[in-house]
């Protein structure tokens, strides 16, 4: 049996899965933090780097396969 | 009694040769300037006075017997508290630091300026190791800006900037992770250099981005800053990532001249943004109006990626502090001051793919930056949205998610130096940056210093008590 978690649960437990312990007024702080930075860390993954192959957001463009479903047959 | 204290290191120096001032006096009038001063501006941790009057009388025994070590021979100086000395404990402003960090010896840095001849007077407050913001519940001096002790010194290297901005040391050391020198070298209205990462060690200082820590010099001016950087900088055994790239004498490399200097000035997102003060925007553009006018070529120049490698920046050292802080997170949370810990346990949250790819980016703009270097010699751009902030403006999102002029220089590693360039809402200082290529330390403190001989602002000092006075 699998329990579904919430968005909003997701920050607390990666807190607690880390081992702090953290009043919980302060994981809802962490936790309004960690929301507004992930959109910033999300367009870090659009930037194409210059260390060889495709940039990361190629993988999941719309209509192309998508290594998380495993490789497209050939 | 009033004492003649000459603003710069180099004034200081020119004045003991001159056998116009000794060490002695001189330490003996900064010391009871931090008396008289420091209970309201919190720049100090620990000042020590016995060891630092007891340096001052062994630099003038050493100059009257004809040994002299250089400019830096004599000159009281400040060293930011998460930087190691041997005769005073190093807290990183934090309860959680053990008593024993450092084991009672100097950092390469503090060495290195103690073997220049310098005689160190205190340790001065920062951020709790170098991160967040201050918690007062901690016990630890509250730091203020001295044009206004209503609004913040900026940090981390907080009361370094306050030291040399009240004319309670003539210089100081601070470390740069995102803009810890330069925030309060701006805020306060002086000069602050974040060396290219590797050029100055940075063993013996608590770390809190490995990969993009620096140890740099805060100072009146770039002239002073270049005397400072030629002692500090050098490949040292214990800092494996401090390099060899040769030191140049920088000082004699400032010729005063801008004359054919190419300078880039990115207009997008360093000029139009928004949030940015026209007014502080407006002194940083009379700047670069006053540099052409004296010969250098300005160019419009395109900074690619300013926005993701600021984000870049911040991630990289959140994960880099929560690696060096975990353990102690996990069993001291309320030792820690509420702002560091909250910050640094973002890092929580962040996978190893962000950090990998955080480091892709920084590979990509420091591609990016080189090749921008190649075409010119310099980027002009501002130190900060604003003014310094009042403490009760002060917003912890709009610091983090806003626009931020630093931490890109930080990513990618290079030279940037902040220095005053002129005054904006209230009284306060407004300030430029110059950021010049990797080991481009020269060209950096050349065009500050080409300024700085064109303008006073540098020179000017927040209003304080009448007894202490300096002179030009």
Redesign the interface.
Known sequence: MTTEMTAAQL?AA??T??????PAE?IA??SR??E???D??E???L?????GGPP?SHLHRAGEPSLSNGPADD | MTEQIPQTIAAAASAIRAGDLTSAGLTSALLDRIGQLDPDLGAFVTVSRERATEAAARADAELSAGRDRGLLHGIPLAVKDIISTREMPTFGNSRVTDQGWGNGTDAPAVRRLRSAGAVVIGKTTTNEFASGLGDPSKGFPEPRNPWDSERTPAGSSSGSGIAVAAGMALGALGTDTGGSVRAPAAAVGISGLKPSHGRVPKSGVIPLGYSQDTVGPMARSAMDCALLLEVLAGADASDPSASDVRVPRYAQLLTGSVEGTRVGVPARYFFDSPELDPQYRDAVIAAIDLLGDHGAVVVDTEVPLARESRDASTLLWICDGYAYHRRNLLTRWSDYGRPTRTLLAQAAFYSAADYVQAQRVQNRFRSELARIFADIDVLIVPSALGVAERFSDMKVERRRLGPNFLAQWSLAGNPVIAIPCGFGEGGLPCSLQVVGPAFGEAAVLRVADAYQRLTSFHLRRPPRPSAATDKS
Do not use: H, K, N, S
Request: proline letters at 7%; a negative charge.
């Open positions: 920050p990666l807190l899965a880390a081992g702090i312990e953290a302060e702080e962490i933090f960690y507004a930075l992930r910033q860390v367009q870090l993954y930037v194409e780097t210059a260390d990361p």
